[in-house]
């Protein structure tokens, strides 16, 4: 493992992220490369962490993860393509290849970056996991538990949605943060992006500027891909409405949403929940698009009671 301090961060900023910036390179089938950082007890279950649009695997509260150690599971952080230290695609939204509607064409898939992430586990060793992903990542997780369902000891599909266009959408204050491209060539600016971002979809009050600028310098220094997060938002767009698949996810299903999200409106977690048999949803009121340290009280138990049935 790389020395943490190897880009020059702040030990302050270090403190709000969850691992160190550089981790472990791990090679991908199609000849791409992800960071991993794997970190808890060496003989305890592995839960899997999907992040979400635009989101480093540095991203996730360090306390949210510790308070899983604690629990006795491992965990396995990676970033997604298009992000971080994961691998850089080409193409501007304007010359991608289009679809037949005119959109264009993401050069990747949500199933592959579920692939990404079963190809991790497989490079670790590891052949059976719980999956949380969170907004984006819980659509790939879905992915993952439709994929590999042998390999999926429960899933945790976290502010995310179906992909029907009915349901899940966004506030009209929230529609610009999918859509915005974030500043990729000054500190400053981007740090500014990312702080106003968390006031726009975050839960109000419950989260200081400081942490969220801190993510955001290790964020920057880790790398920001101007067109990354474009991309990924067209592999979304692209994978359509997978409710009548989610019919066949048989792991253990928990649907965690707020119900004061205004990028992914609660109506997400609730076609989510209907759509995959059996699966327990848990709203949480006054909790926005975010994981804020302030919400864990209310966000952690209904998560460890569901891994812990699952076990």
Same mark, same amino acid.
């Given at each position: 493992?790389?020395?943490?301090?190897?880009?020059?961060?702040?030990?302050?900023?270090?403190?709000?992220?969850?691992?160190?910036?550089?981790?472990?390179?791990?090679?991908?089938?199609?000849?791409?490369? =992800?960071?991993?950082?794997?970190?808890?007890?060496?003989?305890?279950?592995?839960?899997?962490?999907?992040?979400?649009?635009?989101?480093?695997?540095?991203?996730?509260?360090?306390?949210?993860?510790?308070?899983?150690?604690?629990?006795?599971?491992?965990?396995?952080?990676?970033?997604?393509?298009?992000? #971080?230290?994961?691998?850089?695609?080409?193409?501007?939204?304007?010359?991608?290849?289009?679809?037949?509607?005119?959109?264009?064409?993401?050069?990747? =898939?949500?199933?592959? $970056?579920?692939?990404?992430?079963?190809?991790?586990?497989?490079?670790?060793?590891?052949?059976?996991?719980?999956?949380?992903?969170?907004?984006?990542?819980?659509?790939?997780?879905?992915?993952?538990?439709?994929?590999?369902?042998?390999?999926?000891?429960?899933?945790?599909?976290? $502010?995310?949605?179906?992909?029907?266009?009915?349901?899940?959408?966004?506030?009209?204050?929230?529609?610009?943060?999918?859509?915005?491209?974030?500043?990729?060539?000054?500190?400053?600016?981007?740090?500014?992006?990312?702080?106003?971002?968390?006031? !726009?979809?975050?839960?109000?009050?419950?989260?200081?500027?400081?942490?969220?600028?801190?993510?955001?310098?290790?964020?920057?220094?880790?790398?920001?891909?101007?067109?990354?997060?474009?991309?990924?938002?067209?592999?979304?767009?692209?994978?359509?409405?997978?409710?009548?698949?989610?019919?066949?996810?048989?792991?253990?299903?928990?649907?965690?949403?707020?119900?004061?999200?205004?990028? !992914?409106?609660?109506?997400?977690?609730?076609?989510?929940?209907?759509?995959?048999?059996?699966?327990?949803?848990?709203? !949480?009121?006054?909790?926005?698009?975010?994981?804020?340290?302030?919400?864990?009280?209310?966000?952690?138990?209904?998560?460890?009671?569901?891994? #812990?049935?699952?076990?």
């Amino acid at each position: 493992m790389t020395d943490r301090t190897d880009l020059g961060l702040d030990e302050r900023d270090l403190a709000h992220v969850a691992g160190p910036p550089v981790g472990d390179a791990v090679p991908l089938s199609d000849g791409a490369t =992800t960071d991993v950082h794997v970190s808890g007890p060496e003989d305890g279950e592995v839960v899997l962490f999907v992040p979400g649009l635009g989101q480093q695997r540095t991203a996730w509260p360090p306390e949210v993860l510790a308070a899983l150690h604690e629990a006795g599971y491992r965990t396995v952080c990676a970033d997604n393509r298009d992000v #971080g230290r994961g691998h850089v695609h080409e193409g501007t939204p304007f010359d991608l290849p289009r679809e037949e509607d005119g959109w264009p064409r993401s050069p990747y =898939t949500l199933a592959r $970056m579920a692939l990404d992430h079963l190809e991790v586990l497989d490079h670790l060793g590891i052949d059976r996991a719980h999956v949380l992903g969170v907004s984006m990542g819980g659509m790939i997780a879905q992915h993952v538990a439709l994929a590999a369902p042998e390999r999926v000891t429960s899933l945790v599909s976290v $502010m995310s949605t179906t992909g029907a266009r009915d349901v899940g959408g966004p506030t009209e204050r929230a529609k610009p943060a999918l859509t915005s491209v974030p500043p990729h060539g000054d500190l400053d600016a981007y740090v500014t992006y990312q702080v106003e971002l968390q006031r !726009i979809i975050g839960t109000p009050g419950a989260e200081d500027d400081e942490r969220a600028a801190a993510r955001a310098r290790v964020g920057f220094t880790r790398g920001v891909h101007e067109w990354g997060s474009a991309r990924q938002l067209l592999a979304i767009r692209g994978d359509g409405d997978r409710t009548a698949a989610l019919a066949a996810i048989s792991a253990p299903t928990l649907v965690l949403h707020g119900e004061d999200d205004p990028l !992914i409106d609660v109506s997400g977690g609730h076609a989510t929940a209907a759509a995959i048999p059996g699966a327990q949803l848990v709203t !949480i009121p006054g909790w926005g698009h975010d994981l804020p340290v302030a919400y864990l009280d209310r966000l952690l138990p209904p998560v460890l009671d569901h891994l #812990g049935a699952a076990r």
